[in-house]
């Protein structure tokens, strides 16, 4: 599996449109659409973004090996989860919906 096929392979898996997926790493879709073709590998210079958006790592985009999902670290005593915990409590089970969809990178239920 080549690095394209990986990136699909996300894209699938997180549910997201390649769209969507486009204006998010800063390209047209017709960009990725060529990247899938085969016809470009300007996708080299936005591994960092891609791995950002489909929440894994760049050594993974290139390899295939290693942790597939790109692990968050939050200091211990940065007291942001917490925070994070208040506010999310606070919001619509909609709201909630949606920031959840948000950060796992997927398009939310509609």
């Known amino acids: 599996m080549d690095v394209i096929n990986r990136i699909l392979q996300l894209l699938q898996e997180r549910g997201m ?3 969507t997926f486009a204006g998010r790493i800063g390209v047209t879709q017709q960009i990725v659409t060529a990247w899938k073709k085969g016809t470009s590998t ?5 591994l960092p973004q891609i791995a950002q958006v489909l929440n894994t790592n760049v050594q993974w985009l290139l390899t295939g090996e290693g ?3 790109r692990q968050a670290t939050i200091p211990k005593d940065s ?3 917490e925070e994070f915990a208040k506010l999310f ?3 619509t089970p909609e709201n ?15």
């Not at 300007?42 to 936005?46: D, E, I, V």
């Not at 909630?96 to 509609?110: E, F, N, T, V």
């Open 17 to 19: 449109q390649q769209k």
């Open 42 to 46: 300007s996708y080299t210079k936005y």
């Open 67 to 69: 942790e597939i999902t």
């Open 79 to 81: 007291g942001l989860s």
């Open 89 to 91: 409590v606070k919001l």
């Open 96 to 110: 909630q919906k949606l920031i959840i969809a948000a950060m796992l990178g997927m398009q939310p239920d509609k």
